[in-house]
Structure formats: C-alpha cells, structure tokens
C-alpha cells in the first residue's frame, strides 16, 4: 500500500500549481483522500479531501474559492489544483488516505493510515 505525491515547487504569490498524488496496492476508488500540510513549525493542516462515500468535496477555509481537489479513479489518483497562491500556503504537502468514507477534514486526522512522502511547496512573496 503507497501513496506517491509530486508536483510541489517554487512559485510567486498569485502563481498555480497541481500537486497529484498515484496510490498503488489498494482499492483507491474505496479510499477517503486528503491533502494535509505542515509549515516548519507548525502543526499538521488538512487542506482538502475527496469522500469515497459520495464523492463530495471539503476543504478548510484557508484554501476554500483557491484550491479544487479532483479524482482519477482509473489512474488511481487525486489531484490538488492550487491557484492564487500565498506565502502562507508554503509547506510540505502530504497525501493520505482512510479505509472509509469521511465527510470533512476536522477531527479526522487518525482515521488517514496511509501516508505519501510529501512534497514541497514554496511560495515566494
């Protein structure tokens, strides 16, 4: 069981990226995915999950009108569409998925046993 992120780098304020995460060795289309975040110093972030239950969408209010998360069950994988960047957004981020549906982000942080290695976003003023 693996989950692969990629697509973190170095942009300007106001810039884009997508970040994609791959899962491999598990049913991904029956997996809750989330994207979680940690600046240096800071605690882990949820920033956005896709529901296996029905397919909705949640995101924390930091991100929400600039991120959009998204799925390719076929590719096994969920993407995470970041516009309108901030220097705030800058951190390490992380997919994660749950064996069971989930409907938000908060209080849910252990129900993610399966852990990307992360990638980096800076965002540069």
């Known amino acids: 069981v693996q989950l692969q992120a990629s697509g973190g780098g170095l942009v300007q304020a106001g810039g884009s990226l997508r970040l994609s995460c791959v899962g491999s060795g598990f049913a991904f289309a029956d997996y809750t995915i989330g994207w979680f975040r940690q600046a240096p110093g800071k605690d882990t972030e949820g920033v956005s999950c896709?529901?296996?239950?029905?397919?909705?969408?949640y995101y924390a209010d930091s991100v929400k009108g600039r991120f959009a998360i998204s799925s390719d069950n076929a590719k096994n994988t969920v993407y995470l569409q970041m516009n309108s960047l901030k220097p705030e957004d800058t951190a390490k981020y992380y997919c994660?998925?749950?064996?069971?549906?989930?409907?938000?982000?908060?209080?849910?942080?252990?129900?993610?046993?399966?852990w990307g290695q992360g990638t980096l976003v800076t965002v540069s003023s």
């Open positions: 994660a998925a749950a064996a069971k549906p989930l409907y938000g982000l908060d209080g849910f942080l252990e129900s993610f046993t399966v």
């Open positions: 896709i529901s296996s239950g029905d397919g909705g969408t």
